[in-house]
């Protein structure tokens, strides 16, 4: 009660950022408990033991084997099993209910695969961007908020490098020939010094792969870029 008492009347004249957030922490566990989204514990939305415990693919995995001469990028690694019933909640909650809390363990899961699969150092992380529309509507790009956290937890740069010039349709409400239609184009480079990427591996990000066209088309608009290679990173294929 004495907490709530301070809530409502204000804080502290002494009490600084940290207390705010504090207070504001605390209230949004007080309307709104967590529940693990593994086992239900009550705590935080994905407790340690859940996030130990989640088995990553195979660093072999391949994505798409048969059309692999299709595709710019010269390999997709994928994270997680999208079948898996806490990688789709994971996920949905995140993308869908706007738990932007999920960043963290979500960002775990890439730091673990981007051990495990063992790249070389000279790498550059970029994300597959959402349209400024859609961006809004959100209230955040979910792909560009992982991707930055994964570049300051592995100390490797990000840099904004695509604009979605193209509001496109969600791929999955599509025919597969509808698809690529859908996305010719929808992709422009930003005017950046080339330097930054130039003979570097770029990571493209993105959180769920389908028919990896999305990923293609992304990694069409970068190919003029000097790098050294793209490679794609997603959370899962669905
Ligand atoms: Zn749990």
């Not at 705590?43 to 994505?63: E, F, H, R, V």
């Not at 690694?77 to 809390?101: E, G, P, R, S």
């Not at 960002?107 to 000279?122: A, E, G, M, S």
């Not at 422009?188 to 959180?207: M, S």
């Given at each position: 009660?004495?907490?709530?008492?301070?809530?409502?009347?204000?804080?502290?004249?002494?009490?600084?950022?940290?207390?705010?957030?504090?207070?504001?922490?605390?209230?949004?566990?007080?309307?709104?408990?967590?529940?693990?989204?593994?086992?239900?514990?009550?705590?935080?939305?994905?407790?340690?033991?859940?996030?130990?415990?989640?088995?990553?693919?195979?660093?072999?995995?391949?994505?798409?084997?048969?059309?692999?001469?299709?595709?710019?990028?010269?390999?997709?690694?994928?994270?997680?099993?999208?079948?898996?019933?806490?990688?789709?909640?994971?996920?949905?909650?995140?993308?869908?209910?706007?738990?932007?809390?999920?960043?963290?363990?979500?960002?775990?899961?890439?730091?673990?695969?981007?051990?495990?699969?063992?790249?070389?150092?000279?790498?550059?992380?970029?994300?597959?961007p959402l349209h400024n529309k859609k961006r809004k509507k959100r209230?955040f790009d979910?792909?560009?908020?992982?991707?930055?956290?994964?570049?300051?937890?592995?100390?490797?740069?990000?840099?904004?490098?695509?604009?979605?010039?193209?509001?496109?349709?969600?791929?999955?409400?599509?025919?597969?020939?509808?698809?690529?239609?859908?996305?010719?184009?929808?992709?422009?480079?930003?005017?950046?010094?080339?330097?930054?990427?130039?003979?570097?591996?770029?990571?493209?990000?993105?959180?769920?792969?389908?028919?990896?066209?999305?990923?293609?088309?992304?990694?069409?608009?970068?190919?003029?870029?000097?790098?050294?290679?793209?490679?794609?990173?997603?959370?899962?294929?669905?």
């Open positions: 009660m004495k907490e709530e008492a301070t809530a409502v009347g204000g804080v502290p004249p002494q009490a600084g950022k940290s207390d705010f957030k504090k207070l504001w922490n605390n209230l949004l566990d007080y309307i709104w408990p967590q529940f693990c989204l593994g086992c239900e514990q009550e705590g935080s939305l994905l407790c340690q033991t859940c996030l130990d415990n989640i088995q990553l693919l195979p660093a072999d995995y391949q994505a798409w084997p048969e059309n692999k001469n299709d595709f710019v990028f010269s390999h997709c690694h994928v994270c997680l099993d999208y079948h898996q019933a806490l990688t789709q909640n994971l996920i949905k909650n995140f993308k869908y209910q706007y738990l932007k809390v999920l960043q963290e363990p979500l960002t775990q899961i890439f730091v673990k695969k981007i051990k495990q699969i063992n790249l070389n150092p000279d790498i550059i992380i970029t994300n597959i209230g979910q792909t560009e908020v992982l991707a930055k956290n994964l570049s300051l937890k592995i100390n490797i740069p990000y840099y904004s490098l695509l604009t979605r010039s193209k509001n496109t349709k969600p791929q999955a409400q599509l025919e597969r020939n509808e698809r690529l239609q859908n996305l010719q184009n929808a992709f422009t480079l930003k005017q950046i010094d080339q330097n930054l990427v130039k003979n570097k591996t770029i990571i493209l990000i993105d959180d769920v792969a389908t028919t990896g066209t999305t990923l293609n088309e992304a990694a069409k608009a970068l190919r003029i870029l000097a790098s050294k290679e793209i490679i794609a990173l997603v959370l899962a294929k669905n």
